[in-house]
């Protein structure tokens, strides 16, 4: 009777098996594939960075040259300023000679030349002292006029170099911007290249795990061909992760806040008419059913390596404790939560820690 028993069951058995490994394979698969879009995304970001680098190290000579122009324009502008301010203290000296002299002249003018005429006993000294009064009388005025076209010159050659300076400060702030923002797009993708760096590491480790797992399955299937009866097999529920479906047909799911959840609890509320079936998200044990303070009726599923599912708020418990479930097999129905509303509390406990469910739930548009 037994061996009637046993050789009914192997068939079954060897079905669940084959199709766990077909679901091991699928997964691998689609693992290899997110892998090839992490290696192409991160090509494309490497790329890109070379080209901000590039760009980057132009707008660094380019800040390099502003600032030796604006070197040389700070040097021609204090050369600009001594140099005025050498003609000023010039001219501030020399205005006393110069004053006391064009007294001298004005006394000797309007009737006062018949003075120097009158004095002078040969006509030839009138001649010679006429003549110097005239050549001292040029230079002071050409030397006057010398100096105030200088003095302007340096005033118009202070406005142009203070002019080039104002352009020169908004292309140096204009340059700086820019800079800045490539180095802001260039921390970005840096990050984005880390981020894919961890997320290809966690697809290697999750694929490593999933092919142990596949192997596991392999073995397991030719035992099962050759007559033994192995352990029931199993499939490790971390490589699934953003692959699980939803234990409830319903896209309204909000984080959870309610009183009974764990402090650290990241588990989530999902909206779904009451008495809704509600599914195992992965293959396991049942370790718990029954009612539970907070969580109304509750089942856990124990997924091996301190990886559960809570199901809570349901309304009836179609399984009990020890119970083996299928991914997919309805454990219950939604039931009430505490604030009357209908709907499933559902948490993920992996490696003993509370994770956020939505991560490891399939993408809904």
């Known amino acids: 009777m037994f061996c009637v028993l046993v050789t009914a069951q192997q068939p079954t058995e060897r079905a669940r098996t084959e199709a766990l490994s077909r679901r091991a394979s699928e997964r691998l698969q689609s693992l290899q594939r997110e892998a090839d879009r992490l290696t192409s995304d991160e090509k494309t970001l490497l790329n890109d960075l070379r080209k901000l680098e590039v760009d980057r190290e132009i707008k660094a000579e380019e ?44 006394k000797l003018g309007q009737g006062r030349y018949l003075r120097l005429l009158l004095s002078t006993s040969n006509v030839r000294q009138v001649g010679q002292a006429s003549r110097t009064l005239a050549a001292l009388a040029k230079i002071d005025h050409d030397r006057v006029v010398s100096r105030q076209r200088t003095l302007t010159e340096l005033k118009l050659a202070r406005t142009s170099l203070e002019n080039r300076r104002r352009q020169l400060n908004v292309l140096r702030t ?50 099962i061909a050759s007559g033994e009866s192995p352990d029931a097999a199993s499939l490790p529920i971390r490589p699934f992760r953003g692959d699980l479906d939803w234990p409830v047909a319903s896209s309204a799911a909000r984080r959870a806040a309610r009183s009974g959840t764990s402090p650290t609890s990241t588990g989530i509320d999902i909206t779904a008419p009451e008495g809704m079936p509600v599914s195992a998200v992965h293959d396991g044990l049942v370790a718990f059913a029954g009612s539970f303070g907070g969580f109304g009726n509750l089942v856990i599923v124990d997924h091996g390596g301190q990886n559960f599912s809570l199901y809570g708020n349901l309304l009836e418990m179609s399984v009990t404790k020890g119970d083996r479930v299928e991914r997919g097999q309805p454990i219950g129905g939604v039931g009430l939560a505490p604030a009357g509303s209908s709907e499933l509390h559902f948490e993920l406990r992996i490696d003993g820690q509370s994770v956020d469910p939505l991560q490891w739930l399939k993408k809904r548009p």
């Open 174 to 223: 204009n340059a700086e911007r820019a800079e800045a923002a490539l180095a802001q797009a260039a921390r970005a993708r840096n990050d984005l290249i880390r981020d894919i760096d961890s997320r290809r590491d966690l697809n290697a480790q999750l694929a490593a795990e999933l092919q142990t797992a596949h192997a596991k399955l392999q073995t397991t299937i030719r035992e």
């Open 63 to 106: 800040l390099r040259q502003l600032a030796t122009e604006g070197a040389r324009l700070a040097e021609e502008l204090m050369a600009n300023e001594g140099r005025t301010r050498e003609l000023e203290e010039q001219e501030a000296t020399s205005r006393p000679e110069l004053r006391s002299r064009l007294v001298d002249v004005y």
